[in-house]
């Protein structure tokens, strides 16, 4: 068997990739591990998807079906479902296994879009008995969402980025009684929109600057005791709330999914160039499995600009550009991408460390300097540079408070 272009996920990066290279008259394969393509989006109900790429407010699913019927409209692209990928070969041989065995694909050109795992609860090292009735918030979500399985009665979420926001509500919708949403950081981690639509509309309340100290129950969850932290997340006596709930709903970040491919250069997620490619001249990532993009639509965008390189890249038509690395400096929490091909032009994607009313962007060796105002690391600021000739080996971009 072979493939010009191989994409494996296919999430919503998957088949914007898929569809480009489609697109660029190369034969694709899309090979996804659960028995329907879509990823995440599959289990998210709420709207809020879509209103750049699509220019329309969608739910999860829609956003999917309106991609996947592009997708299926090809006669280039052959989605396998139901198969996982074991391994890649650096001879450019992808192993995968479905219900008929182990299977070898050959391919000129990979795209690599296995999105993100949620880090899980045990990770923060909090005491207390191994008691049932702790979920992860994506896990609580495809038992509600997909399953029709109501996790519990009364609820504690732990993390108040958009995941743990939305399933404040969507628990609540689903009768749960949700006590409190807490925070360790000295600031709400979700979009300011789903702050109001999520708590605000439904007076749940949000706890900042407090941590989990120990989860109590028989079996099942019946306590948890939270306490308030300093700036370096020590516990501060003397300030403890119980929460006295049958659920803890934890959502505390998403980690790109390297696995099985962390051959190639990554750090939380795969190190790409502005062209996507990765650490192999043949293999391109783009999505949450580079970093976790905090919209769809800039997934989508950048999944398609993966297929189209990749495209190109079987057709010999993508030659290898130097790369320069982009460094993040003052007040940046999260850059991407990893490196710059200068002949191409880039989308510099960024969360700042800290909330600012107002900074300016600094890239001196550009020389970019951009104000911004409201700032927040929920959002990502996202700056386009074009294509330049200037001859540097490393590009810094700080991020400076304007008081
Ligand atoms: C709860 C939640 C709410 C969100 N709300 C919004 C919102 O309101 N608006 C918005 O714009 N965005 C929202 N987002 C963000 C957006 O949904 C995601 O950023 C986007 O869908 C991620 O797409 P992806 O393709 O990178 O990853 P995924 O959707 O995770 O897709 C990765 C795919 O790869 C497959 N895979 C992984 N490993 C393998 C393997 N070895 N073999 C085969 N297949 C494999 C997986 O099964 C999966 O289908 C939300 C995300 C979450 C989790």
């Known amino acids: 068997m072979s493939s010009n272009v191989v994409v494996i996920g296919g999430g919503a990066a998957g088949l914007a990739a898929a569809l480009k290279a489609s ?33 329309k407010n969608l739910t999860g699913p829609e956003f999917k079906e309106k991609l996947k019927e592009k997708v299926l409209s090809k006669s280039n692209i052959k989605i396998k479902s139901g198969a996982f990928v074991h391994s890649v070969e650096k001879d450019k041989n992808i192993v995968f296994i479905d219900r008929n065995g182990v299977n070898n694909l050959k391919c000129d050109s990979l795209v690599i879009t296995t999105g993100a795992k949620e880090r899980p ?64 950081m000295p600031y709400p981690g979700g979009l300011q929109r789903n702050i109001k639509l999520c708590l605000e509309d439904f007076s749940i309340p949000l706890y900042l600057s407090r941590a989990v100290k120990y989860v109590d129950g028989d079996r099942r969850v019946n306590k948890i005791i939270t306490t308030k932290v300093d700036d370096k997340f020590n516990h501060i006596g003397g300030d403890d709330i119980t929460f006295n709930v049958d659920t803890l709903v934890s959502s505390v970040g998403l980690v790109p999914n390297v696995k099985p491919f962390e051959f190639l250069e990554h750090s939380a997620g795969f190190s790409t160039t502005n062209k996507n490619r990765t650490s192999e001249n043949w293999i391109f990532s783009a999505g949450n499995s580079t970093v976790v993009f905090d919209l769809v639509d800039y997934v989508a965008q950048e999944g398609e ?47 700042a460390r800290q909330p600012m009313e107002k900074g300016v962007l600094l890239i001196p060796e550009l020389g970019i300097e951009k104000e911004f105002e409201d700032i927040k690391p929920s959002e990502m600021i996202k700056i386009k540079v074009p294509a330049f000739d200037k001859n540097t080996d490393r590009i810094e971009v700080n991020l400076n408070e304007l008081k």
């Open 121 to 184: 609860f045990t990770s923060l090292g909090i005491s207390g008995k191994r008691l049932s009735g702790i979920y992860s918030a994506g896990l609580a979500q495809k038992f509600i969402n997909m399953m029709n399985l109501r996790p519990g009665n009364s609820a504690l979420i732990v993390g108040s980025g958009d995941i743990g926001l939305i399933m404040a509500r969507r628990l609540t919708l689903e009768g749960v009684k949700v006590e409190g949403v807490i925070e360790i």
């Open 23 to 55: 697109e660029e008259k190369c034969d694709v394969t899309l090979i996804e591990r659960d028995s329907d393509v879509g990823g995440v989006l599959n289990q998210c109900i709420h709207n809020g998807f879509g209103l750049d790429y699509f220019k």
């Open 305 to 351: 600009k993966a297929g189209y390189m990749a495209a190109l890249q079987a057709k010999n038509d993508l030659s290898p550009a130097g790369k320069i690395k982009l460094l993040p400096g003052k007040n940046i929490g999260i850059l991407y991408p990893s490196y710059i091909e200068k002949d191409y032009e880039s989308k510099i994607y960024l969360r």
